[in-house]
């Protein structure tokens, strides 16, 4: 079993399918997204944690979220950078950096979940108990929801990366863009029913929490504005959580459409831009959704813009 196990250490990758043609205007688009998401994101957590002001549970929720974002990026990102300008033959990782990969994938896939449902908490407790809602949502209720949110996420995803490390595998090709579970259990002969079944049921477990979440919030911010006569607190709620709702939407639509379609290799192609579009809008919009639409972060950046403007 031991042999079969490490059978082969290096392991070639797919990777994108680009022609030669288009392989620099490819990577030109990778490296421009990766630094937007570099820049946006570590920009915003070095804000919210350098402004007191902001030291509240919405941004401190978000700084989660940002953290994800820059985490799941740089595992991806700059992988496919070397990769889109190598020859596809010449495509190579080892076995063990596949693993790697492969969790740190899996974990900003899940974190990015497990932290819209305590945002989701901190909504809904602030609109339906917003006189109780400081010493709810206090900051070591904050920090213990945080907590929460990541060590659930690695208990989890270490669960289902070591259900595939534990098979024997008899095949080199990883026909993914970048390793993750399914392309891993797939390397294998053996039978991956356990695989299959705790993959799905995490899954489904973690798409419905996260959505029952962002459901229950939005329903109850629609009740009250139903029910308020304010237009422009109406007009407010309604175009945050249109914002929020469609990226939200597109995060788990391509996230479980990849995932699903990872059983059925008809839909090879189509997988494989969906689970892109998954890691990679998601860490595009949330500053921009999230930041820009916070009034204190979004004042913060007018005015250093317009300090650098007036000093040049």
């Avoid at 680009?18 to 070095?46: C, R």
């Avoid at 629609?222 to 175009?239: G, R, V």
Wanted: charged letters at 10%; aromatic letters at 10%.
């Amino acid at each position: 079993m031991d042999n079969l196990t490490f059978r082969y250490s290096v392991l070639q990758v797919e990777g994108l399918q680009v022609t030669s043609e288009s392989s620099y205007p490819a990577f030109i688009l990778i490296l421009m997204v990766y630094i937007f998401v570099m820049v946006s994101n570590t920009g915003m957590m070095i804000q919210i944690t350098a402004e007191k002001n902001l030291h509240q549970p919405m941004y401190v929720l978000f700084c989660n979220l940002t953290l994800n974002d820059v985490m799941g990026t740089t595992a991806l990102l700059p992988y496919l950078l070397r990769n889109v300008l190598t020859d596809p033959s010449e495509r190579y990782i080892t076995y063990v950096g596949c693993v790697i990969q492969a969790y740190i994938m899996h974990l900003n896939g899940t974190v990015s979940h497990t932290v819209i449902i305590i945002m989701a908490f901190d909504r809904y407790v602030a609109i339906c108990n917003p006189l109780r809602y400081p010493t709810i949502m206090s900051s070591n209720m904050v920090a213990i929801l945080s907590a929460g949110a990541w060590g659930v996420a690695v208990v989890l995803v270490g669960i289902l990366i070591g259900l595939s490390v534990r098979l024997s595998h008899c095949r080199s090709l990883i026909q993914n863009p970048f390793c993750d579970n399914a392309s891993i259990f797939k390397l294998s002969c053996e039978n991956i029913v356990i695989n299959n079944v705790y993959g799905l049921t995490f899954t489904v477990v973690l798409f419905a929490s996260s959505a029952g979440s962002v459901a229950l919030t939005y329903f109850k911010i629609a009740m009250i504005c139903f029910k308020s006569k304010n237009k422009a607190t109406n007009s407010k709620a309604i175009k945050t959580c249109s914002t929020h709702l469609t990226v939200y939407i597109i995060m788990l639509a391509t996230g479980f459409a990849g995932i699903f379609l990872h059983r059925f290799s008809v839909f090879a192609e189509i997988r494989k831009t969906l689970i892109l579009l998954f890691h990679v809008i998601p860490p595009v919009l949330n500053p921009i959704i999230y930041g820009l639409q916070a009034k204190e972060i979004r004042q913060r950046i007018f005015n250093l813009f317009r300090n650098k403007v007036n000093t040049n």
